[in-house]
């Protein structure tokens, strides 16, 4: 959970949520997710416990409909937030500043990968030259003319086609996806893996 939500302040939120209008589980988390803009969504385990604690207080009701339970604000939940109407204030403006601070750290990171691509695609190109310039220095040239490109010059076409379609398929992936903190890291550590593999099959 993010830490603007500590010392049960997701519990008020929800109250805040509600009262907006009855709504089951799954939009409230989705709600909380656009509120955050993506960079963070609480789970259904860190939901549901608390609307649960919330009604066994009288504060929240569910009707149940197609096996799906949907929550509604009582007059007790109402009174519980106006009394509490100076920690909802501080609450959002928290809510604002983390999530400002959020959507700078993602947009740290993904400059961060692409910084990670550019520097793969590099060391990739540069390993490519290494490869045909050790193969060309230790290899006898097979019998009668060699191919206009060397010897196995298909595989090292076939490799550059792979290895254009790679960045640019990485590139698109970072550019139109919103990724959180947790999968850009993943993403990086995939990548320098990637690499670090190379590095040790071309040794």
Same mark, same amino acid.
């Given at each position: 959970?993010?830490?603007?939500? #500590?010392?049960?302040?997701?519990?008020?939120?929800? =109250? !805040?949520? @509600?009262?907006?209008?009855? !709504?089951?589980?799954?939009?409230?988390?989705?709600?909380?997710?656009?509120?955050? @803009?993506? @960079?963070?969504?609480? #789970?259904?385990?860190?939901?549901?416990?608390?609307?649960?604690?919330?009604?066994?207080?009288? @504060?929240?009701?569910?009707?149940?409909?197609?096996?799906?339970? *949907?929550?509604?604000? *009582?007059?007790?939940?109402?009174?519980?937030?106006?009394?509490?109407?100076?920690?909802? /204030?501080?609450?959002?403006?928290?809510?604002?500043?983390?999530?400002?601070?959020? #959507?700078?750290?993602?947009?740290?990171?993904? +400059?961060?990968?692409?910084?990670?691509?550019?520097?793969? !695609?590099?060391?990739?190109?540069?390993?490519?030259?290494? /490869?045909?310039? $050790?193969?060309?220095? $230790?290899?006898?040239?097979?019998?009668?003319?060699?191919?206009?490109?060397?010897?196995?010059?298909?595989? =090292?076409?076939?490799?550059?086609?792979?290895?254009?379609?790679? $960045? *640019?398929?990485? +590139?698109?992936?970072? &550019? /139109?996806?919103?990724? #959180?903190? /947790?999968? =850009?890291?993943?993403?990086? &550590?995939?990548?320098?893996?990637?690499?670090?593999?190379?590095?040790?099959?071309?040794?």
């Amino acid at each position: 959970m993010t830490a603007v939500f #500590s010392h049960g302040r997701l519990r008020l939120y929800l =109250l !805040k949520l @509600l009262d907006d209008g009855p !709504k089951h589980g799954y939009e409230l988390i989705r709600l909380l997710e656009d509120r955050f @803009l993506g @960079l963070y969504a609480p #789970s259904a385990g860190t939901i549901y416990p608390r609307l649960q604690r919330l009604e066994a207080e009288g @504060l929240v009701s569910h009707t149940a409909a197609g096996g799906r339970k *949907t929550y509604d604000i *009582t007059d007790a939940g109402r009174d519980e937030l106006r009394q509490r109407a100076g920690e909802l /204030t501080a609450l959002e403006a928290d809510i604002a500043a983390s999530v400002a601070d959020l #959507s700078t750290l993602a947009g740290e990171i993904r +400059s961060e990968v692409r910084g990670s691509v550019r520097d793969l !695609k590099r060391e990739l190109s540069e390993a490519t030259r290494q /490869t045909r310039r $050790t193969r060309w220095e $230790t290899q006898a040239p097979p019998p009668g003319p060699a191919p206009a490109d060397g010897p196995h010059a298909a595989l =090292l076409d076939e490799f550059d086609k792979r290895l254009a379609g790679f $960045t *640019t398929e990485v +590139s698109r992936l970072v &550019r /139109t996806r919103q990724f #959180s903190d /947790t999968q =850009l890291r993943t993403a990086i &550590r995939l990548l320098d893996g990637a690499l670090d593999g190379l590095r040790r099959l071309l040794r």
